[in-house]
């Protein structure tokens, strides 16, 4: 059976090293690693979706059919391939909207505890200076033990709305409500009455992420994309790959930096 790949299966399922020409062997890279972040003064994290992938929330696959079948039945398998695809759904109402964003929203910002990988990544990091720039919206660097002051994440937050047409720059915790909708669903749709409107302009609400012009940057974002001036030599870690997280935690254990 042929099995179908596509570019995120792509990206997070095969090591790097198997795709692009490396000189040096994975075991060194890894110390190399391990000694540039005993080196640093200031640790820069950049994560994006890979990271989230490999540390478990994948959005296609089992976890999706088995979460979402009965949004693939009424909606059609055509459409409901992923969750990435799913949010992009042209849904012709503001209950089944939200009846899947609610669903959404739980499964992968409100349900998760602070994934393993994560809570990895902060105790490689937490006993110097660092600094979170993410592409993700789940949540998982406040969860693993990152406090709010060192993360920026710049595209929003499943746990926040904001008006459809950011008619004023604030975004909403939205948590409390998916939870009630998340109760109240059935057949894909949320009752009328728990359809949000922007208290400001009346009009219909979104989810707080980066998918158009009207994205809202409230004082909270604001303040986060100014990080406190590190100084000092920096490290960088593309914190993409599971592995080299887990083998850069060996590494430093070795060198009895970290329990
Ligand atoms: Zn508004």
């Known amino acids: 059976m042929a099995v179908k790949m596509d570019f995120s299966q792509f990206v997070s399922g095969i090591p790097a ?3 692009v020409f490396q000189d040096t062997p994975y075991p060194q890279q890894i110390q190399e690693a391990a000694q540039l972040l005993l080196k ?3 640790v820069l994290i950049g994560a994006g979706a890979g990271l989230s992938t490999a540390a478990g929330l994948a959005y296609g696959g089992r976890r999706f059919t088995e979460n979402f079948g009965e949004f693939i039945e009424k909606y059609g398998a055509a459409y409901m391939t992923d969750m990435y695809s799913a949010g992009f759904y042209p ?7 939200w009846g899947y964003w609610s669903k959404h929203a739980w499964l992968n910002r409100i349900e998760p505890e602070g994934l393993p990988l994560y809570r990895a990544v902060y105790e490689v990091v937490k006993d110097r200076p660092h600094f979170v720039l993410t592409t993700n919206v789940d949540h998982q660097f406040w969860k693993a033990g990152f ?4 993360i920026f994440a710049t595209q929003g937050d499943y746990g926040e709305i ?5 008619c004023h720059d604030r975004a909403y915790d939205a948590v409390p409500m998916f939870r009630q909708m998340n109760q109240a669903r059935r057949d894909c749709l949320i009752p009328s009455y728990m359809v949000p409107r922007c208290p400001v302009c009346g009009g ?3 989810m707080h992420l980066r998918c158009d012009q009207h994205f809202v940057e409230d004082s909270h974002w604001n303040e986060a994309a100014v990080p406190e001036s590190f100084g000092g030599r920096a490290v960088g870690i593309n914190a993409d790959i599971a ?3 887990r083998d850069i935690s060996e590494e430093l254990r070795k060198e009895r930096v970290i329990r």
């Open 243 to 245: 592995g080299a997280v």
């Open 162 to 166: 904001q008006c459809e047409k950011g």
């Open 204 to 206: 219909n609400m979104a």
């Open 40 to 42: 640093a003064d200031a």
């Open 17 to 19: 090293g198997d795709y």
């Open 147 to 150: 406090s709010d002051e060192v």
């Open 91 to 97: 849904f012709p109402s503001e209950e089944s909207k």
